[in-house]
């Protein structure tokens, strides 16, 4: 059982929380036509699945309701940090 | 190398004369400098790989390299179901191809897999899920594999410990009669024996830490016991695809999560068939050693832990306990987790690769066991003729960019 530090609300178990997949995936501009499928392809359905540390996207959905990004080891369960929505992964600028 | 078949009249010599003349079933053997094909992951899929390899395709020089002990990943953690009730097209030919496949598998390699068709329920829950089975049994019997119908009273006069009234309501149901449970270390052995005797060499404790390529081919391996020269790679490492695929640069539709299972203390026979229900996502069986195994759902989060989360572990035992309040006394005696290669529209992905000579068996998720044979099969005729068989070229890594999903999960309403 995972036990989550929600910024907002402290500490809590796994099942008061909703996952929301990878963190940090960018959208391609739906505008620009010079996108390939390629490109498109790695958006939608690639993933980094890296085994050891995964920046990651809760929401405290029985709790506060509200989202927030997550480092955690994906060996270990051990969460590293927990950091802001739209703020770049710790140690990057 | 040829192997002493295994019979009754041996097994009667053998208690005769103390059990003295066994031989191991296969060659623990030391990795050389060079093989004409390497496959990482010494489970179902990649022994099988191996096996028709040098059976069906007379290729001699063959290994697979796994990185702990054969059988000692998802091979192991499974719950040995074998069905091929399949909705798309695609998909029921596969699986079905492998269900038969299991059917003459015992014979095939002269070992008991212990393979029991003893049927397959799927129980409805509600009235949509119920106009859901009756879609999912037309599209199967269009297919051409059998699937039947089930009234609540027929459902009770096949497993009459079932509470039909809890609050998971059984309001129908079909069947597949020729699934059925295997053994799933039998099978695993099965195909290493039979890999072995036709000179493949299978090496464990011999972890891939590269994939070396030269002007976009593959040329061969890094590994922990040294590099080995291949020209063709075949990876199937499951849960652990993405990080082998990456060392060749390839990122890959896959998450990895931890799909979970149990087995209870061994009880006197009380089920004699599998129950499936999709919306709790329990499979529940009886083993020919009494212990009622029950196949989980997978933690939603990803994981390489191959540890269950408490959370899902209670939600599916106190699910499983409202269908079947008889085993509430029942004490669980292991709970496990394999780490399991999930990818977008539940269907593998297999084939051929954008670098020439490295090839895929990856994102079985949660039903890669059941397509071990066929899965082994077809593998090994890809990587010979270097393209896709006909029935795996839909399965194919490019499936993706071309918007050709198989979306099994979304056709059945459960996870495979």
């Not at chain 1, 960018?26 to 993933?47: G, H, I, K, M």
Request: a positive charge; charged letters at 20%.
């Amino acid at each position: 059982m995972l036990r989550i530090p929600c910024p907002h609300c402290g500490v809590r178990d796994e099942p008061e929380f909703v996952f929301g997949g990878p963190a940090h995936v960018v959208r391609p501009d739906p505008l620009d036509a010079t996108v390939s499928d390629a490109t498109w392809t790695q958006y939608l359905f690639a993933r980094d699945n890296p085994r050891g540390l995964h920046h990651e996207r809760w929401c405290h959905a029985f709790g506060c309701g509200r989202w927030f990004n997550v480092a955690r080891d994906t060996v270990t369960h051990e969460i590293r940090a927990v950091y802001p929505m739209g703020q770049a992964r710790p140690g990057e600028h | 190398m040829t192997r002493p078949r295994y019979s009754l009249l041996r097994l009667a010599r053998e208690a005769f004369t103390g059990n003295k003349g066994w031989e191991p079933a296969w060659r623990d053997a030391e990795p050389r400098a060079s093989y004409d094909v390497v496959v990482v992951g010494g489970g179902g899929h990649g022994l099988a790989t191996a096996y028709y390899l040098t059976r069906a395709h007379g290729v001699r020089s063959v290994a697979v390299l796994e990185k702990g002990y054969i059988g000692g990943g998802n091979s192991g953690r499974n719950t040995q179901v074998s069905r091929s009730n399949y909705f798309y097209p695609v998909s029921s030919s596969f699986y079905d191809r492998s269900l038969r496949l299991y059917e003459s598998l015992a014979r095939e390699l002269n070992f008991n897999v212990m393979l029991s068709q003893r049927g397959l329920i799927a129980l409805a829950h509600s009235e949509h899920e119920l106009e859901l089975t009756r879609r999912w049994v037309n599209g199967i019997r269009m297919n051409g594999v059998d699937a039947e119908e089930l009234s609540v009273a027929e459902i009770a006069r096949r497993v009459p410990i079932l509470n039909l009234r809890s609050r998971y309501p059984v309001l129908g149901g079909f069947t597949q009669a020729r699934a059925g449970i295997s053994r799933h270390d039998a099978v695993i052995w099965a195909f290493a024996r039979g890999a072995s005797a036709g000179g493949a060499d299978i090496v464990q404790g011999c972890e891939v830490t590269g994939l070396r390529q030269q002007g976009g081919r593959i040329v061969g391996v890094e590994t922990s016991r040294g590099s080995i020269a291949a020209d063709r790679v075949v990876l199937s490492a499951a849960g652990h695809s993405s990080v082998l695929a990456g060392m060749a640069g390839l990122r890959l539709p896959l998450t990895t999560m931890a799909l979970q299972a149990m087995v209870t203390e061994p009880v006197k026979p009380i089920l004699d068939t599998v129950v499936l229900s999709g919306a709790i996502h329990a499979y529940v069986s009886q083993g020919d050693r009494g212990e009622v195994v029950i196949g989980g759902g997978a933690d939603v989060y990803n994981s390489y832990s191959q540890r269950g989360s408490l959370a899902l572990f209670r939600n599916t035992v106190a699910a499983t306990l409202e269908l079947f309040p008889c085993f509430s006394r029942l004490k669980i005696m292991r709970q496990w987790a394999g780490a399991v290669d999930v990818t977008p529209d539940t269907s593998p992905i297999m084939g051929l690769t954008p670098v020439r000579g490295l090839y895929l068996s990856c994102g079985w998720g949660t039903g890669g066991y059941k397509a071990i044979p066929a899965g082994g099969e077809t593998m090994a005729w890809t990587v010979v003729n270097d393209r896709p068989h006909p029935l795996i070229a839909a399965f194919s890594l490019d499936r993706f960019e071309q918007g050709a999903l198989i979306d099994e999960g979304a056709a059945a309403g459960v996870a495979h």
